[in-house]
């Protein structure tokens, strides 16, 4: 099999919502070649050690490395681009990754937060899902959570700004995707009740505070905190019980 003559700069890998390489056929590489792409993409250059300890580790040294060596040769008949290196391993210059777009946005985001926002659309990015969902192995579980934190945050954030401006349609949409993506997350689900609210729409603030409640109880055995409680107790018209 002869590899995939597309240029490096067309290589892409997509690691969040879902895993894929896109530039060449993704679908010819074994599990063990995707896990080693993206600890490569998510880590940056590693010794060969540290590679197989990680990835494959209740495996024997040698067995290790006879593993990393076999991924290693089923990823360059892909494509000779997507790794580099010799003792050291990294992905090509060329391959672009979606994480670290993904974290640059976060960062853009936080450090404008309270500023008016130019956006005109909730990012694709933040609307992207978890980091390769479904994958159990140990290495990946933290960043998984940490990346997931930042984009919900992010999704946050940019509910608040969106309120402020009174853009709430925006504001909604990105408020919504933080309460699809973590149900149980108060932050978000307050945040889309104060849209409602900011909108004018009392009655499905209402539903949705009712909604929550009932989800909370259900689920934990817990209401919502005061502060949530309140958003509608406040927002009561006067001479209204």
């Known amino acids: 099999m002869t590899s995939v003559a597309v240029p490096s700069a067309e290589l892409r890998l997509r690691l969040?919502?879902?895993?894929a390489l896109y530039g060449a056929d993704g679908g010819l590489l074994c599990p063990?070649?995707?896990?080693l792409l993206t600890f490569l993409a998510l880590r940056g250059a590693?010794?060969?050690?540290?590679?197989?300890?990680?990835?494959?580790?209740d495996a024997s040294d040698d067995k290790a490395l006879a593993s990393l060596r076999t991924a290693l040769w089923r990823i360059r008949r892909v494509?000779?681009?997507?790794?580099?290196?010799?003792?050291?391993?990294?992905?090509?210059?060329?391959?672009?990754?979606?994480?670290p777009a993904l974290l640059a946005l976060v960062q853009a985001l936080a450090a404008r937060e309270g500023a008016r926002s130019t956006l005109t659309a909730v990012p694709e990015q933040l609307l992207?899902?978890?980091?390769?969902?479904g994958w159990?192995?140990?290495w990946?579980?933290?960043?998984?959570?940490?990346?997931?934190?930042?984009?919900?945050?992010?999704?946050?954030?940019?509910?608040?700004t969106f309120a402020a401006d009174g853009r709430y349609t925006l504001g909604l949409a990105a408020g919504l995707a933080a309460?699809?993506?973590?149900?149980?997350?108060?932050?978000?689900?307050r945040a889309v009740i104060d849209l409602y609210l900011r909108a004018g729409d009392r009655g499905r603030a209402r539903r949705h505070l009712e909604a929550y409640q009932h989800l909370l109880y259900q689920r934990l055995g817990v209401a919502p905190s005061p502060r949530t409680l309140r958003l509608l107790r406040d927002d009561q018209p006067a001479g209204r019980p």
């Open 32 to 35: 063990s070649g995707k896990r």
């Open 179 to 189: 309460v699809r993506a973590e149900p149980l997350r108060e932050s978000a689900q």
């Open 79 to 99: 494509h000779p681009a997507l790794v580099v290196g010799g003792d050291a391993l990294a992905l090509g210059d060329g391959v672009q990754v979606d994480v």
């Open 136 to 138: 159990r192995d140990e």
């Open 128 to 133: 992207s899902g978890d980091l390769v969902p």
């Open 16 to 19: 969040l919502g879902r895993w």
């Open 46 to 57: 590693c010794s060969r050690r540290v590679l197989t300890a990680t990835i494959w580790p």
């Open 140 to 160: 990946l579980l933290v960043e998984r959570e940490r990346i997931r934190q930042l984009r919900l945050h992010a999704l946050e954030t940019l509910a608040r």
